[in-house]
């Protein structure tokens, strides 16, 4: 199993932007896909983007197309997920996520605890 960390959540104003980072324990996290989901509370949990295990697929939700990018380094056992133009509507509790295959992370097998992204208007 892979555990995973989030962190570089907090609050921003409408417009700006944050890096989120995953970091995964575990030899093998560059055999897996690596997405990122969303929560706001009392919704259900949204996806948000994927990358394959080797950088080389993204896919986005069309809702952040062209202001967030994901991107890893399996050197270093991180996802990343770069977020620009940040909106309101982009408040969420954001989570990492593995998964063995793109096709297949929204059942993915490990998530981690979430960090908090407030944007203000």
């Known amino acids: 199993q892979v555990q995973l960390v989030e962190s570089g959540g907090g609050l921003v104003q409408a417009g700006g932007s944050l890096r989120l980072s995953c970091a995964a324990s575990?030899?093998?996290?560059?055999?897996?896909?690596m997405g990122w989901f969303r929560q706001v509370s009392g919704k259900e949990r949204e996806f948000v983007a994927v990358?394959?295990?080797?950088?080389?697929?993204?896919l986005y939700a069309d809702s952040v197309k062209g202001r967030f990018t994901i991107s890893r380094d399996n050197a270093k056992n991180t996802v990343y997920l770069q977020m620009n133009s940040l909106k309101p509507e982009d408040t969420a509790v954001y989570y990492c996520?593995?998964?063995?295959?793109?096709?297949?992370?929204?059942?993915?097998?490990?998530w981690g605890q979430g960090t908090q992204v407030t944007v203000s208007s």
């Open positions: 575990g030899r093998t996290f560059s055999s897996y896909a």
């Open positions: 996520a593995a998964s063995s295959r793109i096709a297949t992370i929204r059942e993915a097998f490990s």
């Open positions: 990358i394959s295990w080797s950088g080389g697929d993204t």
